[in-house]
């Protein structure tokens, strides 16, 4: 879909929306109508239903999805991991192989290495950042490469333009998760990713109250994961359609503070003797930031760090700050902050997570829209008194 808007700005405000406005309703109301009245479709994909992710509240959030990545189509699904796991399992069948960076989101970790391999898919994991690694575990039956834009909780950027090329020279789908950047700072598809995947849990819904998922791309593929999920049932509801639509208007603001509050407090934390570690990939200390400088308008709200002390003192410092809330998910406008080690890779085998460079102690924190000099003196108080 190629929208009349440029920026992407006025896409989240405008690209998608039904004109003439419905009865004068300046905001989209909420279809919640499971069935519509029989308008003489002859394909059962094209039949009005909730399942088969085709209400208004759908429609418009595929048009606005597809605008602001400047891709063909897209499609909503229940969850991050809805999208995910329809999406691999479309260009997956058995006998098929992948490739898969060895960083990844724990949900998805679990569902390749376990539910994969008793499908009859198997996978081998490449390191992101080495792309002269990753000829030689090419299969013949290698179909998709599958990477992360920034990487959890060490916020690594792998090579992510030698993957799309990559992809292309080995007639592999590419597919990148694109939650952490969000899609106002990386746009994969610019650089010739096939598919880009949220959880829409996070940053683009960005107000902590529903969980969705999105795959963005090309139309053609767009549409065999929509037919995937008809199949699988992993609809979004239309209220919680409305939702992402409403949360997703703010995105730009939301994630232009986000950026600048997260790369002071960055840079704060660099100056502190206590805090031995940060992982920001807007730091110039970051082994990521050159490749991250080159892709990205803005490095995200993801900050790891690790403080003297470890794991016990990591949760003495979480239990003094008055603004973070201890929880995990991340991308809303409140401050979270929380262990890895305990939350997202409690499953992972200690000696393998320490291995990957995850200590006991990491710090994750999700920056908010809280006041940024608020958060810091909040940050300084609780490390004053380790
Ligand atoms: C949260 C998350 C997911 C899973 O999304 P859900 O909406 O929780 O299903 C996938 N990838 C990344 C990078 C995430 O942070």
């Given at each position: 879909?190629?929208?009349?808007?440029?920026?992407?700005?006025?896409?989240?405000?405008?690209?998608?929306?039904?004109?003439?406005?419905?009865?004068?309703?300046?905001?989209?109301?909420?279809?919640?109508?499971?069935?519509?009245?029989?308008?003489?479709?002859?394909?059962?994909?094209?039949?009005?239903?909730?399942?088969?992710?085709?209400?208004?509240?759908?429609?418009?959030?595929?048009?606005?999805?597809?605008?602001?990545?400047?891709?063909?189509?897209?499609?909503?699904?229940?969850?991050?991991?809805?999208?995910?796991?329809?999406?691999?399992?479309?260009?997956?069948?058995?006998?098929?192989?992948?490739?898969?960076?060895?960083?990844?989101?724990?949900?998805?970790?679990?569902?390749?290495?376990?539910?994969?391999?008793?499908?009859?898919?198997?996978?081998?994991?490449?390191?992101?950042?080495?792309?002269?690694?990753?000829?030689?575990?090419?299969?013949?039956?290698?179909?998709?490469?599958?990477?992360?834009?920034?990487?959890?909780?060490?916020?690594?950027?792998?090579?992510?333009?030698?993957?799309?090329?990559?992809?292309?020279?080995?007639?592999?789908?590419?597919?990148?998760?694109?939650?952490?950047?969000?899609?106002?700072?990386?746009?994969?598809?610019?650089?010739?990713?096939?598919?880009?995947?949220?959880?829409?849990?996070?940053?683009?819904?960005?107000?902590?109250?529903?969980?969705?998922?999105?795959?963005?791309?090309?139309?053609?593929?767009?549409?065999?994961?929509?037919?995937?999920?008809?199949?699988?049932?992993?609809?979004?509801?239309?209220?919680?359609?409305?939702?992402?639509?409403?949360?997703?208007?703010?995105l730009s603001v939301r994630i232009k503070y986000q950026n600048e509050s997260a790369l002071k407090i960055a840079k704060f934390f660099e100056q502190q003797s206590g805090v031995i570690k940060v992982n920001y990939?807007?730091?110039?200390?970051?082994?990521?930031?050159?490749?991250?400088?080159?892709?990205?308008?803005?490095?995200?709200?993801?900050?790891?760090?690790?403080?003297?002390?470890?794991?016990?003192?990591?949760?003495?410092?979480?239990?003094?700050?008055?603004?973070?809330?201890?929880?995990?998910?991340?991308?809303?406008?409140?401050?979270?902050?929380?262990?890895?080690?305990?939350?997202?890779?409690?499953?992972?085998?200690?000696?393998?997570?320490?291995?990957?460079?995850?200590?006991?102690?990491?710090?994750?924190?999700?920056?908010?829209?809280?006041?940024?000099?608020?958060?810091?003196?909040?940050?300084?108080?609780?490390?004053?008194?380790?």
């Amino acid at each position: 879909m190629s929208s009349k808007y440029k920026s992407i700005e006025t896409k989240l405000i405008k690209a998608g929306e039904i004109e003439p406005k419905i009865l004068g309703a300046v905001s989209l109301p909420v279809f919640q109508s499971s069935t519509f009245v029989y308008g003489g479709e002859d394909n059962y994909h094209d039949v009005r239903y909730i399942r088969l992710n085709n209400t208004p509240n759908h429609h418009v959030l595929h048009e606005k999805l597809a605008a602001i990545e400047n891709a063909e189509a897209a499609i909503v699904a229940a969850s991050g991991m809805a999208a995910i796991s329809t999406t691999l399992l479309t260009f997956l069948e058995k006998g098929d192989h992948l490739l898969v960076q060895d960083t990844l989101y724990g949900g998805t970790h679990d569902f390749i290495t376990k539910d994969l391999p008793a499908l009859g898919i198997s996978y081998d994991f490449i390191d992101p950042a080495n792309p002269q690694q990753w000829a030689k575990k090419l299969k013949p039956d290698t179909k998709v490469i599958y990477v992360e834009s920034i990487s959890n909780p060490l916020m690594q950027v792998g090579d992510l333009k030698a993957a799309a090329k990559f992809a292309k020279e080995h007639n592999l789908i590419s597919m990148i998760d694109n939650t952490f950047p969000s899609p106002v700072n990386f746009r994969p598809i610019e650089h010739g990713y096939d598919l880009s995947l949220h959880s829409c849990t996070k940053y683009l819904n960005g107000h902590t109250d529903i969980v969705a998922g999105a795959a963005i791309g090309k139309a053609e593929l767009v549409e065999k994961i929509r037919k995937k999920l008809n199949h699988f049932g992993g609809t979004l509801d239309p209220h919680a359609c409305f939702l992402l639509h409403r949360g997703m208007k703010t995105l730009s603001v939301r994630i232009k503070y986000q950026n600048e509050s997260a790369l002071k407090i960055a840079k704060f934390f660099e100056q502190q003797s206590g805090v031995i570690k940060v992982n920001y990939p807007g730091l110039e200390s970051s082994p990521s930031h050159k490749r991250a400088k080159e892709l990205f308008s803005g490095y995200s709200g993801m900050i790891s760090i690790e403080i003297e002390g470890g794991k016990e003192a990591s949760e003495k410092f979480i239990s003094l700050l008055a603004i973070p809330i201890c929880a995990p998910s991340l991308g809303g406008v409140e401050t979270l902050i929380t262990l890895p080690s305990t939350t997202s890779h409690a499953g992972m085998d200690p000696e393998e997570r320490r291995k990957i460079g995850i200590s006991d102690g990491l710090i994750r924190i999700s920056i908010g829209i809280e006041d940024t000099e608020d958060l810091i003196a909040d940050f300084k108080q609780a490390l004053s008194k380790l």
